[in-house]
């Protein structure tokens, strides 16, 4: 090599890396406009996202109810059993919807409007309670009632600031059109169900389209094939289980008479997304509000049920609603669901763990594939090196 391209080889990499450099320091320093066209562009494309989560909750009755129809000695009905099965799911569907519509959001409104009524009350009876307390209390020596006037008052004034209530105002607006996109993605999920196989192949095709050589091809469909995996045993499963600590929880709160029961479960049931400390959250959460508005004789018996249950679920009732582990570090998923909580907010905390999953099992495919051409060159090159001395020793 000549001299003077030596010397340009030789500042190709410095080149290269200057620029992976500009582009991380470009990506930091615009970081929250990039998060933010993310997340609109995740707006736009919510229905799509419903349709793909509701599709994998859909999945087992769907496929239950075709397997059904298919044993069916009538032709048509089991040569057209996935439309049938679509047909009775959406109409299920629907009748589940509208009872939800009539009678759980109705109680559930009701439980948050009341909740919303009662806290000033239960808030002038905490504080009476921290006034009286006797000066040589442990509790009087940190003050924590003027520390709690203090607070509220801050909470108070950021609620009631002009921005603060268009915020709140686009946040109901913003529910609003998250449920216009739920409602459009459980018909969309229908649609997936139904041509489930279509789509299949055609990113089968897409796939090889896309990769030439056969290796990747089949290296690239057992990546899909293990993400698909992955998303089905956390969604579905984890859907499954949230009902059951819904119902369980409810239950529960309900025997002790607690109010705004429904309200607690639902809290129960959503943050049983979250693995390892939705539980506790939950439980801290439910207990909190059962010592405000009852008295520590239901508190007791309440947290002793909901602390049994959840040991119950956590080993016996969600281990065998997945099957199949996971199979991920707790401090993974624990700083998946900060980082997810931290830029996504609680879709952020949900999706942590099925993405951290996928991520890892990528990675060590990856390095399993890496070891294996490795060995495979060193064999390659162990027998080259092995004929060559043959073919030396035979010119001897």
């Known amino acids: 090599m000549k001299k003077e391209n030596f010397e340009r080889a030789k500042w190709i990499p410095i080149f290269v890396l200057a620029v992976i450099l500009m582009l991380i320091y470009k990506t930091i320093d615009n970081i929250g406009q990039i998060t933010s066209a993310i997340g609109n562009f995740l707006l736009v494309i919510s229905p799509l996202l419903y349709g793909v989560l509701f599709s994998y909750f859909i999945y087992i009755p769907h496929h239950a109810v075709e397997k059904l129809l298919k044993k069916i000695k009538v032709n048509f009905i089991s040569k057209h059993a996935r439309g049938f099965s679509t047909i009775i799911i959406f109409l299920v569907l629907i009748v589940v919807v509208g009872i939800i519509l009539s009678f759980i959001l109705p109680i559930l409104f009701s439980n948050l409007i009341s909740l919303a009524n009662a806290v000033p009350g239960?808030?002038?009876?905490?504080?009476?309670?921290?006034?009286?307390?006797p000066d040589d209390s442990v509790w009087?020596?940190?003050?924590?009632?003027?520390?709690?006037?203090?607070?509220?008052?801050?909470?108070?004034?950021?609620?009631?600031?002009?921005?603060?209530?268009?915020?709140?105002?686009?946040?109901i607006m913003n529910f609003a059109g998250g449920v216009f996109s739920a409602i459009m993605g459980l018909v969309i999920s229908l649609y997936i169900l139904l041509y489930r196989d279509k789509i299949a192949a055609f990113f089968k095709r897409l796939n090889r389209a896309v990769f030439k050589r056969e290796g990747r091809i089949s290296r690239t469909e057992r990546y899909v094939v293990q993400v698909n995996k992955v998303l089905f045993t956390f969604i579905a499963s984890k859907g499954l289980d949230s009902v059951i600590n819904f119902t369980v929880a409810t239950t529960i709160l309900f025997i002790f008479g607690v109010p705004y029961a429904l309200l607690l479960g639902m809290i129960a049931g959503v943050f049983n997304f979250i693995p390892y400390i939705g539980s506790i959250i939950s439980v801290f959460v439910i207990t909190l509000i059962t010592l405000i508005t009852s008295d520590v004789s239901?508190?007791?018996?309440?947290?002793i049920s909901l602390l049994i249950f959840q040991q119950i679920d956590g080993n016996f009732i969600e281990p065998r609603i997945m099957k199949s582990s996971l199979k991920i570090n707790p401090i993974l998923v624990i700083l998946g669901v900060i980082i997810g909580g931290a830029y996504l907010g609680?879709?952020?905390?949900?999706?942590?763990?099925?993405?951290?999953?996928?991520?890892?099992?990528?990675v060590l495919e990856y390095i399993t594939f890496t070891e294996v051409e490795k060995n495979e060159d060193a064999v390659s090159d162990d027998v080259a090196a092995d004929v060559k001395v043959e073919e030396v020793n035979e010119e001897r």
Not at 346 to 362: D, E, R, Y
């Open 346 to 362: 609680i879709i952020g905390m949900f999706l942590a763990v099925p993405i951290v999953v996928i991520v890892k099992q990528l």
């Open 298 to 303: 239901t508190v007791i018996p309440v947290l």
């Open 122 to 133: 239960y808030y002038s009876t905490a504080m009476s309670y921290l006034d009286n307390l």
């Open 140 to 171: 009087a020596t940190f003050d924590i009632a003027n520390t709690i006037r203090s607070s509220s008052g801050n909470i108070l004034n950021t609620v009631l600031n002009p921005a603060s209530i268009e915020q709140i105002a686009a946040g």
